[in-house]
Nanobody, 127 residues
Framework: QVQLVESGGGLVQAGGSLRLSCAAS????????MGWFRQAPGKEREFVAA????????YYADSVKGRFTISRDNAKNTVYLQMNSLKPEDMAVYYC????????????????????WGQGTQVTVTS
């Protein structure tokens, strides 16, 4: 398992930007696919974006394509989510997640792929 700590959430006006970071502990970060999920009040946790172990493949929910960018820096054990053109419907708690080590599948959009989760960071978007 890895420990994940998110940061970068906050309050932003619609149309603004935020950059979330997720720092991972341990030596196995580069062996794990990483994902971002979000959960709004009264709703289920939903997939936002994911990135493969090397960073060569990225995946996005349709609702964020073209606005959000996921990236990772394996030297820093960190994954990022750059969020641009934010909308009120993007408001949620955002969670970082790490797959089990050496995951080679492609089901990055399902919660069952992930073995470790962060505590979440709140993103609030005002209209």
């Amino acid at each position: 398992q890895v420990q994940l700590v998110e940061s970068g959430g906050g309050l932003v006006q619609a149309g603004g930007s935020l950059r979330l970071s997720c720092a991972a502990s341990g030596r196995t970060f580069s062996s794990r696919g990483m994902g971002w999920f979000r959960q709004a009040p009264g709703k289920e946790r939903e997939f936002v974006a994911a990135i493969s172990r090397s960073g060569g493949n990225t995946y996005y929910a349709d609702s964020v394509k073209g606005r959000f960018t996921i990236s990772r820096d394996n030297a820093k054990n960190t994954v990022y989510l750059q969020m641009n053109s934010l909308k009120p419907e993007d408001m949620a708690v955002y969670y970082c997640a790490a797959s089990r080590a050496y995951y080679s599948g492609s089901y990055y959009n399902t919660t069952t792929t992930y073995a470790s989760w962060g505590q979440g960071t709140q993103v609030t978007v005002t209209s």
